[in-house]
């Protein structure tokens, strides 16, 4: 069983090599993650919102 401290060690290591890797995205990735996350987020609003009101009228409070 490995201690905290190489348990540590690794996971700084693994940290640091996923930083290596990724880079800034540009304005048009982010504009579109923006879009992205903004559509999820309506629908599962939108969702939940048909919930409410379907509840809302089956027990009428």
């Not at 190489?6 to 890797?21: A, G, N, P």
């Not at 923006?34 to 027990?59: A, D, E, H, N, Q």
Request: charged letters at 20%; glycine letters at 12%.
């Amino acid at each position: 069983m490995a201690s905290v401290t190489e348990k540590i060690k690794t996971f700084l290591s693994e940290s640091r090599r996923v930083l290596m890797v990724t880079k800034k995205p540009g304005m048009k990735e982010f504009k579109l993650a923006v879009k992205i996350t903004g559509i999820g987020m309506i629908l599962i609003g939108s969702i939940g919102l048909i919930i409410r009101m379907i509840g809302y009228l089956i027990t009428g409070s």
